[in-house]
DNA sequence: GAACGATGTACAAAATCCGTACACCGTTTT
DNA sequence: AAAACGGTGTACGGATTTTGTACATCGTTC
């Protein structure tokens, strides 16, 4: 397994988009700047646009990938924030160059496992009704989602440290409230 | 041209040799260390002792490369002090897992190589007796490779600036009045 | 002295990488 | 308008690299 070409390529693709917007990057300047043949670039990936989705999954597997409680969740946030950070302006071009809908398809995919796994250790023994636990789902992914959305937006200022943690108890707070409640209501439904 | 899986292995050496002496790594760790199979360390190189020598000597031709005058000579120290300095443990267990004569025989391959560069550049004008020439080298060659010996040797505690900058001056200084005492005598030899 | 783990080697199969060539499309130049 | 240019995506054969498996050897351990 040649994993190791395939990871120069993400990186010379990540140095350029520190450079420049994504759709002024070429396969010819990815390929040139890891010293390898075109034909191998196609190998690895259908095109830019895989390769932006194989780096933006990378990440987000990283973050989500064994981090099953709350606090390891969030070491998970201040990891994939501080890479983030570093890569700023590699955001900020994939900010620019993406589609508002694309970004925010892929924020609530994340937001959505994130908010899904929080819900699951905290209902695991209550019994709330499917419909009510969607809703709250939901709720929540979406503001993760424009959470993250707006910060990267706003120039990726505030300190994910402080962010994140505020942002960690909130969820954890609230999200067990709010399943609570559902499940609450879900009994009075029954009676 | 997978250039990436041999740089694989030599991270994975360097990183097993900032924990460990050379006689305790096995060429199972490091190819498990990168995820590659035993037989392609083999296909990259003979056994351990050649993937050290490739290491030092791509350390050394980092050094040598392209450092014709004596400013940029120096950086090309200081960057390899810099590079031994953060792999300090490694630097160390080389120095302690091979036997003196063969480091010496590294070292001071380096530094013919580097006096004699040194020497072209000065004495290239000026008519120096072969003899008198090769033993000044020679004399400076030990001077410098017994200088960084005794530095590694020691724990590697003295600032790199610092020292390569007055060893610069003073080789630039001297060597080139060595070279012109040498002719002196040539000269008189010939009368 | 048997079991073990590491080494070094051999070889065939699989995976990966490269060179070349081609059709296609949008832009720029003439 | 036609030609030239530069980028894309695809195809394919051959070269290079990586892997799996197996074996003989050697020093250590039990």
Redesign the interface.
Known sequence: ?????K??IVEAFLKLLNEKPLDKITVKEIVDNC??NRNTFYYHFEDIRALLTFVIDGEVERVVAKHNDVESLEEGFIEAAHFALSNKRAVYHIYNSVSREELERYLKGIAEEVVRRLAEGLDAAREVAELDRELIIHFYKCGLSGMVMDWVGEGMKAEPEQMIRSLGALLEGSVSAAMEKGRQRAIKKRL
Chains 1, 2 share one sequence.
């Open positions: 397994m040649a994993q190791f070409t990871k120069a010293g390898i």
